[in-house]
T-cell receptor, first 115, second 118 residues
Framework: AQSVAQPEDQVNVAEGNPLTVKCTYSVSGNPYLFWYVQYPNRGLQFLLKYITGDNLVKGSYGFEAEFNKSQTSFHLKKPSALVSDSALYFCAVRAGYSSASKIIFGSGTRLSIRP | GAVVSQHPSRVICKSGTSVKIECRSLDFQATTMFWYRQFPKQSLMLMATSNEGSKATYEQGVEKDKFLINHASLTLSTLTVTSAHPEDSSFYIC??????????????FGDGTRLSIL
């Protein structure tokens, strides 16, 4: 069965510093991995995905994520944090090949960027 | 712009009321949609998979008679919380895969519905 773990409930970073939000996964086949961001009282916004190809995936708002097969990780990164990046971030794994397959979410990590 | 529209964004009603939440795909067809429930400061819990023209597939522990799902067209899925009680208060979110259901498309989410049962 597929699962996703986000070990940190909260990450605090000063504005301008690099940030990392951690995610590890467990899948029985090829991993289809995603990062989403949620602002208060809103749905989820897609940031980036890993399906196949380059291990470094670039996404929206300057975010990127590195797929590491040996460590089964898919950490979200940004070189220079902005206060507006403060939000709830979810790592997710898709349960199958098709985009119509259900998605399993991690527990979420609250990112707080201080000015 | 938004590709999935969810309505209403907020509902406050009395215990015993049935509440219908709509999820629409904008400018694309969605044979499959997903309904999630999110408690405060928690992750999204998949409730059910909505399939156009057939019965929804419910996750274990989700009451089918409590949470009625209808996917009567390729652009609309509805979730009806029947005889809602305070414990049903939550944030409900729908999603749909955008585009041809191959392996490259992410799911897009509605903005959610905050349901408060008094």
């Amino acid at each position: 069965a597929q699962s996703v773990a986000q070990p940190e409930d909260q990450v605090n970073v000063a504005e301008g510093n690099p940030l990392t939000v951690k995610c590890t996964y467990s899948v029985s086949g090829n991993p289809y991995l995603f990062w989403y961001v949620q602002y208060p009282n809103r749905g989820l916004q897609f940031l980036l995905k890993y399906i196949t190809g380059d291990n470094l995936v670039k996404g929206s708002y300057g975010f990127e994520a590195e797929f590491n097969k040996s460590q089964t990780s898919f950490h979200l990164k940004k070189p220079s944090a902005l206060v507006s990046d403060s939000a709830l971030y979810f790592c997710a794994v898709r349960a199958g090949y098709s985009s119509a397959s259900k998605i399993i979410f991690g527990s979420g990590t609250r990112l707080s960027i201080r000015p | 712009g938004a590709v999935v529209s969810q309505h209403p964004s907020r509902v406050i009603c009395k215990s015993g009321t049935s509440v219908k939440i709509e999820c629409r795909s904008l400018d694309f067809q969605a044979t499959t949609m997903f309904w999630y429930r999110q408690f405060p400061k928690q992750s999204l819990m998949l409730m059910a998979t909505s399939n156009e023209g057939s019965k929804a597939t419910y996750e274990q522990g989700v009451e089918k008679d409590k949470f009625l799902i209808n996917h009567a067209s390729l652009t609309l899925s509805t979730l009806t919380v029947t005889s809602a009680h305070p414990e049903d208060s939550s944030f409900y979110i729908c999603s749909a895969p955008f585009g041809v259901p191959g392996n490259n498309q992410p799911q897009h989410f509605g903005d959610g519905t905050r349901l408060s049962i008094l």
